[in-house]
């Protein structure tokens, strides 16, 4: 199965940034919608931000609105989620997702770790 590859993720303190980056390994592969999930501990998978590969349309979870930015370049089946001030709530592990153009079928990598402390 295509798989995502995202790196950019640490330990942080409270208030500073991270830039998380997501490539595929297969550039064939294209998608209609490029998104951000994450999950807490003992907390479900929540989205929180996507954009679609027009560039038209970008969605962020409330919790992120004004401190995270998503951007890709769809061409190349990239997508960043840059990370300003960050909170101890925002720890968790961070997926990218992709929804493919053709065959609307999902994708998603690892997963890469953010931990954020007072």
């Known amino acids: 199965q295509e798989q995502l590859v995202e790196s950019g993720g640490g330990l942080v303190r409270a208030g500073e940034s991270l830039t998380l980056s997501c490539t595929a390994p297969?550039?064939?592969?294209?998608?209609?919608?490029m998104a951000w999930y994450r999950q807490g501990p003992e907390k479900q998978r929540e989205l929180v931000a996507s954009?679609?590969?027009?560039?038209?349309?970008?969605t962020y979870a409330d919790s992120v609105k004004g401190r995270f930015t998503i951007s890709g370049d769809y061409a190349k089946s990239t997508v960043s989620l840059q990370m300003n001030s960050l909170k101890p709530e925002d720890t968790g592990v961070y997926y990218c997702n992709g929804v493919g153009l053709v065959s609307r079928k999902n994708y998603w990598g690892q997963g890469t770790q953010v931990t954020v402390s007072l």
């Open positions: 297969r550039s064939t592969i294209k998608f209609s919608t």
């Open positions: 954009m679609t590969t027009d560039g038209r349309t970008t």
